[in-house]
C-alpha cells in the first residue's frame, strides 16, 4: 500500500470511527456522568506501562485504553462523550479482542472486572511515550484535552532503568537483518538522545506543575506490587476493592529483565548516560550496575 493509500485508509477509519462514537457515545453518554478524572501516561516505551495500565483495567472503576493515541482524535474534533465512549471501547477491546495480551505479554488478571466496570470513576490512555513526544513544543495540548473533558488530570509517570529502556527498545527496533547480531554502541546514541528529550519533558511538566503527576518506579514496583498499587489508587482517589490487591500481583514478573546485558554498553558510554542521569531528581538513582 502506497503512503497516499495508506493515508487514505486513516482517514476513512477515523471518519469511521467519528460517526460510530458521535451515535453511540451521545446514545449512552449518561454513563460517563460518573467520570471524574482522566488518567494520562507520560514517560518512554518498554518501561512498565502496560503492566500498570492492564492493573488499573482490572479495577472494578476504572478503564485505561491500550494505547488509543488521544491527541491525534482531539485534533480530529472528538467531544468529550465521543472520547470516553471510544477509550472505553478500546479498553473493552483489549480484553475481549486481545485476552489483554501485548507485545507477546499476557497481562490477564484472573477474577477481575478487565474490559467491564461497575461505576466508571477514572477513564485514561496508556501511551506514554506518544503522549510525552505530543508535548515537546508545549504542554497546550494537555490544557486543550483538560478543557474538552472537564476533567481533572492525572498523570502517571512510570520509570524503569534507563539503561533497559534504551536497550529494550534498540533490540525491538533493529532490522530484520540484524537480529541475533551483536549491538554496537553507535545503534543506541539515537536511542538514548529519545530517551533524555522525553526525560526533559517530563521534567518541564513536573517544573509547572499544572497537572498532578505520580512517580511509579518499576523496579520498585515489582518488588512490592500491592504497597506501590495502594499509592497509585490514592492518587487516583480509586477505592480498594477486596481482593484487589492480591489478583493483581499474581500476574506481576518475580524480577524485572535487565535487557541493558543483552547490549554491547562500553564503559564510556555508561559514564555519559550516568552523568546525564545526575540532572534529573526522577532519574538520578539509576545506574548501570544497580
Not at 482522566?38 to 492492564?54: D, E, K, M, N, T
Not at 472503576?61 to 478500546?90: D, H, P, T
Not at 461497575?118 to 485514561?124: I, N, P, R, T
Not at 499474581?250 to 529483565?257: K, Q, R, W
Request: hydrophobic share 40%.
Amino acid at each position: 500500500m502506497g503512503r497516499v493509500q495508506h493515508l487514505l485508509a486513516v482517514r476513512m477509519r477515523v471518519y469511521g470511527l467519528y460517526v460510530r462514537s458521535l451515535v453511540l457515545g451521545g446514545l449512552f453518554r449518561s454513563r460517563y456522568r460518573s467520570v471524574r478524572s482522566f488518567c494520562l501516561f507520560v514517560g518512554y516505551p518498554r518501561s512498565g506501562h502496560s503492566l500498570i495500565g492492564a492493573l488499573l483495567n482490572a479495577h472494578p472503576n476504572c478503564m485505561i485504553a491500550m494505547e488509543w493515541g488521544m491527541f491525534f482524535y482531539l485534533r480530529f474534533g472528538f467531544k468529550r462523550w465521543q472520547i470516553l465512549y471510544s477509550l472505553v471501547r478500546n479498553a473493552r477491546q483489549f480484553t475481549r479482542k486481545y485476552e489483554d495480551t501485548w507485545t507477546g505479554y499476557s497481562y490477564r488478571v484472573p477474577g477481575s472486572s478487565q474490559g467491564t466496570y461497575h461505576q466508571l470513576q477514572v477513564v485514561g490512555d496508556k501511551f506514554g511515550g506518544y503522549t510525552t513526544m505530543t508535548l515537546l513544543q508545549n504542554s497546550q495540548p494537555l490544557h486543550q484535552l483538560a478543557r474538552r473533558l472537564k476533567l481533572p488530570v492525572f498523570l502517571v509517570h512510570v520509570t524503569r532503568n534507563p539503561f533497559d529502556v534504551i536497550s529494550t527498545t534498540c533490540l525491538r527496533n533493529r532490522a530484520a537483518h540484524l537480529q541475533g547480531t551483536p549491538v554496537g554502541y553507535l545503534e543506541l546514541l539515537p536511542y538514548i538522545d529519545t530517551f533524555f528529550r522525553k526525560a526533559g519533558i517530563v521534567r518541564r511538566l513536573k517544573q509547572e506543575g499544572t497537572y498532578s503527576m505520580i512517580d511509579i518506579d518499576h523496579e520498585r514496583f515489582i518488588d512490592n506490587p500491592r504497597a506501590e498499587l495502594t499509592r497509585l489508587l490514592h492518587f487516583l482517589e480509586l477505592d480498594l476493592p477486596d481482593g484487589y490487591l492480591n489478583r493483581c500481583a499474581s500476574i506481576v514478573y518475580d524480577e524485572p529483565n535487565k535487557s541493558r546485558h543483552r547490549v554491547g554498553w562500553s564503559p564510556a558510554l555508561i559514564r555519559m548516560v550516568e552523568e546525564e542521569l545526575s540532572h534529573y531528581d526522577f532519574l538520578q538513582h539509576y545506574r548501570f550496575s544497580s
